[in-house]
């Protein structure tokens, strides 16, 4: 016998009146019609308004037409944080292509894998990175019309393809640009699950990964990054992080979701970030932990003055209190963001307390450091022990594995079902993260799995001793891995960098340090100074650190 | 033969790790999860923090699931704006079942329309509605067993049923309802198209039309109400606007996505609003313009002073200069929105433009009577001839009317099909509200169809007489229809409330006022005075008065 269909199911199916695909392409269309004159991006003394902007995205969606993309193709972009990098997370999806931005840090090879395994037809390179993408051009034997940009405000270089960006540009259709009337006029979606981008990962073994997303995710991680941060029409966010990076962590699409202001940022330099934030009245901004460093150490001449207070979101290590009080002290408040490739970029963030209000600065930090708590946007995300795939209590104390299960966890690994399986089992997103539940419902990564340090039988974490190295005045960097001992099995060593080069710090003085601050096996055995080895995005790479340190032994 | 799949779909479908249901009910879950000791909802002097109020609303949902409600059913709840209710949007779907909130200014018959039409098996009833209730329990056929709400607040009233709502709610899974993990505990939708809730409009003929939203519309709706009003955790509500009105206009559940304080309100009246607004801080609130009304002609006496600014959204009609300029000096700030409760509520905003902050009075007010912008998660909107359905021209002149098409449209109307499919005749749905486009992309409604006046074959905006009206410091408020008229068809009618009932101001005076302000066959020939017959809902039953201007000629 059949199931009776509910009364509310009967002859309620979708139309087009109550049903369209959700797709961040949609934030543009929005602003272009309710900020049409409002500056949508800044680039050195250039600007565009939302008009400008959305019809620049439109010409390039309708000169990709044109040259036969469409649907399912993937077009590359090799840009810094300029204009048309922006303007290609709206074109290219615009035109039905799938967008592959590139990580600028990378090496000719490993470009051209990652070129080739997406299957691009089209590289849209700056000049600044001609002589990496050329080396990655011998590399692949497909097809692949190069447009050059070609920007005033670089640095130069040579021309690798037949035609330069704006020249491109200018053969779109100007009048299907300039339609006040979007949707007949740009390729949507046939489904919100379709594809928008793709990230490949950095990862420090292997071939990359290509973290596929899809426009679903996109609009949803987009909704709650403007959620978390409040950004509105009023907010003016300055482009410290590459927008290669989760698609500059969908701050691309939600800035404009606010109708807010992109100020562009070829070079993340010092006297550039004060000067864009004086001049331009930046209240908002992103990056890594060595963004924060940067501009802390920065040469007092830099450091101009400004009236607003600065927003900055990072992610990838907690913001150490000495960092949150040098910050606050510029005019900066510091937020702690937390997520990966795979999640869109951020799916955690500490959420204000109100009663932290009270907290002294170390205890402030504390509460800070810690990934935190559920965007509004993520489905759910546990502490989880992974033999058992049970919650593990919320002590602060048990160690699990960070799983998350949201609409905004992507779509999956490209042309790679055993990686996306493997990730996706049991029904959650494995980070391969491990990390404590607090009492408080605030999560706090403690290592990645293969970042423990196991002394005598006893876990260290690594992050924990770093974070007390990070506390050392005269320590910018800090990095601890396991080294091989024949007694205690591994022991703590410890890689540092120096504020400045004529800091005078020695091995004793930094165990002496940790000694008074942490149990004594967790103490690093060995200290080596120097600069650390860090990814294409700027991650510390642990494995050549765990190699020096084996051949220390 | 086959079309090759597309790279970006192979091996990467929908999984429990990346794709979930959209619904606002993980508002709650993340309100609990994230600020589970901040003030959830205020009520008298009683509060509950987010951890109580989720606590109760899982309560609820095991109560009625231990009652045997399931997926698919219908609950019905009666109720003024009390803590009952808005667990009453969270615990009804929690169950799986789908919450009709009933409009407590309808009659018994209407009621007991509503209460059969869509099958309601339970009905939360206050005490306060006891003899309406009655009346439509009369009426009722089928089996729908009572639950009183007996709350300490309420004036009191005759109990119907055999339980009251807190021993109900007592007999509740303690367990399931406190266990900090939502997902496993509650009853999710399978599928964001399904039902959460449904509403009956209140149509001024023929029986109401039930208005069902589903889970994805009221989510989306939800994160627009709260990016369009920038809600946060610091954002504290009051409710002046009636939860049954499209359910609060979605902001019952906007609010906790924002993990803000809902400050509960059983009457509408201006005491306690004022002293609302002082003593628990709120910053923000909704309204029909009678409200602003009210406020603004409230007894010197009720109104007290506050330190901060509340935003006053309203809707249902343009907000006249002087009662923008009332509510400034009060302390409000007035933004108008427009929706229906096929569109759950607001679907347009008027966005403030940086260009109007030089605006003199009247100007401004001119550019806040348009109803606006789309909501940014609304899809589309354009003003379009019925005829052709081709938009009209952005000329502020060409009349069309007002077409929507989004995710935040109704899913239908309840077992009418036929009026379903005329909704959305077309691919749009059809406000039947008759309006133009403004040159910057801003609309404005000029009327409903059957509102517009016919005058020597010359057009007359009911509304555009009705603004000039409601400008006059005697008027507090207005409404003009159609009076039949042997030379011109049609002539303008007035029906007048004055401010007091001891204010002077006559026939002429009115016609004199309106002669300097609009062209002369706009002026009306008839003005009536006396209080306006309203809808439930507070709109004014232009019918009504058609029907007396008729008995005049």
Request: glycine fraction near 8%; charge should be negative.
């Amino acid at each position: 016998m059949a199931v009776e269909e509910s009364i509310f199911d009967q002859e309620m199916g979708k139309t087009p009146a109550n049903h369209q695909p959700l797709t961040p392409l949609s934030f543009l269309a929005w602003a272009a019609r309710v900020y049409p004159n409002k500056i949508a991006v800044v680039h050195g003394e250039s600007t565009f308004t939302y008009r400008e902007f959305a019809t620049r995205c439109r010409l390039l969606a309708s000169a990709l037409k044109k040259l036969g993309i469409s649907k399912g193709d993937t077009v590359a972009i090799m840009s810094p944080n300029a204009p048309p990098m922006l303007e290609a997370h709206y074109g290219v999806p615009m035109s039905g292509a799938i967008l592959n931005a590139l990580n600028f840090r990378l090496d000719g090879p490993t470009l051209a894998f990652t070129l080739q395994h997406c299957e691009a037809k089209i590289l849209i390179t700056d000049t600044e990175f001609s002589s990496i993408i050329k080396d990655a051009l011998a590399h692949v034997t497909s097809d692949l019309l190069v447009i050059d940009i070609d920007d005033p405000l670089g640095a130069g270089g040579e021309r690798l393809g037949e035609i330069d960006y704006d020249t491109f540009l200018s053969g779109g259709d100007y009048e299907f640009a300039q339609n006040i009337n979007f949707w007949p006029t740009v390729v949507w979606p046939d489904d919100e699950w379709d594809a928008i981008c793709l990230n490949y990962t950095s990862g420090t073994t292997g071939n990359p990964k290509g973290v596929v997303f899809h426009h679903r995710g996109a609009f949803l991680n987009a909704m709650g990054g403007l959620t978390v941060s409040a950004l509105s029409k009023d907010s003016v966010y300055l482009w410290t992080l590459p927008m290669f990076h989760c698609n500059g962590w969908c701050y691309t699409w939600a800035v404009t979701a606010a109708g807010g202001t992109h100020v562009c940022l070829r070079q993340v330099e010092t006297a550039q970030i004060f000067l864009s934030i004086r001049n331009h009245g930046v209240n908002v901004m992103c990056g890594a932990p060595i963004i924060l460093n940067m501009i802390l150490h920065a040469p007092e001449t830099h450091k101009v003055t400004f009236d607003q207070q600065v927003t900055a979101y990072t992610g990838g290590a907690a913001p150490p209190s000495a960092v949150i009080a040098g910050m606050e002290r510029l005019g900066f408040k510091v937020v702690h963001l937390y997520g990966l490739t795979e999640t869109y970029g951020p799916s955690t963030f500490c959420a204000w307390q109100d009663a932290w209000d009270e907290l002294g600065l170390e205890e402030k930090a504390q509460k800070m450091a810690r990934q935190g708590v559920r965007y509004p946007t993520l489905f759910d995300q546990s502490i989880i022990d992974p033999e058992t795939m049970e919650d593990v209590p919320a002590d602060g104390k048990t160690i699990g594995e960070l799983m998350i299960r949201s609409n905004t966890v992507m779509k999956g690994y490209l042309k790679n079902p055993t990686a996306t399986d493997a990730a996706f089992a049991g029904g959650w997103f494995h980070t391969g993260d491990l990390g404590v539940l607090h009492s408080d419902g605030y999560i706090e990564i403690k290592d990645r799995s293969k970042d423990i340090i196991i002394s005598g039988g006893e876990n260290i974490s690594s992050l924990e001793v770093e974070e007390a190295l990070y506390k050392h005045p005269k320590i910018m960097e800090a990095a601890v891995v396991a080294r091989p001992d024949e007694k205690w099995g591994e022991t703590p060593c410890a890689f540092v960098t120096l504020v400045s080069d004529d800091a005078t710090v020695d091995e004793a003085d930094v165990i002496e340090y940790c000694r008074t601050r942490m149990a004594s096996f967790k103490v690093p055995r060995t200290v080596v100074f120097g600069p650390l080895p860090k990814t294409s995005t700027g991650k510390i790479q642990k494995y050549v650190l765990r190699e020096r340190a084996k051949e220390l032994s």
